[in-house]
């Protein structure tokens, strides 16, 4: 009892802030890049294909030219180009926006493991790659508490934390911004004061899959300087449940990958320091966090109106 005890006081550490940061990152591309996506009425539940394909993106480009920041580079085109894919099939085609992200998130398993097992023989995994470096913050490192949760860091988790705010200001005091948002709640209003609603949508799912394809940049170049098949491993869901949580505002959707974070980070943790839990159990936890937050939260969350309605220029 007494070592389960004080196994349970370390599990409370700066260790454990420092986890839940990192652990929230990738989900922080996913659910600013989910918000922009569906404040301009196109459900994107593609998000995890995108995430996987600009992780494999970013291992197979770092592995072959030694420069983890190409790898950065080609995660976010292929998580753009994905993107483009689902925006032709979902507002040029008008295809259901369900079946369109399945489809994305189908084709993102099979590319990696059929290239894989070309190059290397095993579908399952790419050989190390060059990763990103961490950074240290002049100044920031010596101030007590806060240099040690903020000072050093993989630049990508800065650049989530930069891109809070950022998509803030441009969701809510530009004039591109307006136009989103009026593009999701109501497409004709919008073509009929000029604004192109086609454009705009295009604009926001390839943005959409940008910002996922760096979230995979994050994990092969960040975490574990290799590509794993699945990697993602529904963090692009849980990135999008994020956004609900967080009802379609950049600042609701950070906090909410922070408490998602924070779970997948108490797991971790836990197991790390031999929390007497059985380890099955401790992995669900993520995840039943997310079933329990969307269980309660969907029903009273308000989506854009115009959310998965392809629009019909007349």
Do not use: E, K, W, Y
């Given at each position: 009892m007494a070592e389960t005890m004080a196994a349970l006081s370390g599990l409370f550490s700066l260790g454990l802030l420092l986890a839940t940061l990192r652990m929230a990152t990738p989900l922080i591309f996913g659910?600013?890049?989910?918000?922009?996506s569906e404040r301009s009425g196109v459900m994107n539940i593609g998000a995890e294909g995108m995430m996987l394909?600009?992780?494999?993106?970013a291992a197979l480009t770092s592995l072959f030219t030694g420069n983890p920041w190409l790898g950065v580079l080609a995660a976010a085109i292929a998580g753009g180009f994905m993107g483009t894919l689902h925006a032709i099939m979902s507002i040029h085609f008008r295809a259901d926006q369900v079946v369109s992200g399945a489809a994305?998130?189908?084709?993102?398993v099979g590319v990696p493991a059929l290239v894989l097992q070309r190059l290397w023989g095993n579908p399952g995994r790419s050989p190390l790659v060059p990763s990103l470096p961490e950074i240290t913050i002049p100044g920031l490192k010596e101030v007590p508490v806060l240099g040690a949760l903020l000072g050093t860091h993989n630049p990508l988790v800065y650049l989530a934390l930069l891109l809070v705010p950022l998509a803030h200001i441009v969701l809510f005091k530009t004039r591109f911004g307006l136009h989103v948002r009026v593009v999701g709640e109501?497409?004709?209003?919008?073509?009929?004061?000029?604004?192109?609603?086609?454009a705009i949508r295009y604009v926001c799912v390839i943005l959409s899959g940008v910002l996922a394809g760096l979230g995979g940049a994050y994990l092969s170049l960040?975490?574990?300087?290799?590509?794993?098949?699945?990697?993602?491993?529904?963090?692009?869901?849980?990135?999008?449940?994020?956004?609900?949580f967080g009802k379609w505002t950049p600042l609701g959707a950070f906090l909410a990958c922070l408490l998602f974070g924070f779970?997948?980070?108490?797991?971790m943790t836990a197991q790390a320091i031999g929390i007497p839990i059985p380890k099955n159990f401790l992995l669900m936890i993520p995840y039943v966090l997310t079933m329990v937050a969307l269980a309660g939260f969907i029903g009273r969350a308000m989506p854009p109106a115009a959310i998965g309605k392809p629009y019909r220029k007349e």
């Open positions: 659910a600013i890049g989910c918000m922009f394909m600009g992780a494999f993106a994305i998130n189908i084709m993102a109501h497409p004709r209003a919008a073509d009929t004061v000029g604004i192109n609603v086609f960040g975490q574990l300087s290799l590509f794993v098949q699945q990697m993602t491993a529904g963090r692009g869901f849980i990135g999008m449940a994020a956004m609900i779970a997948d980070g108490l797991q």
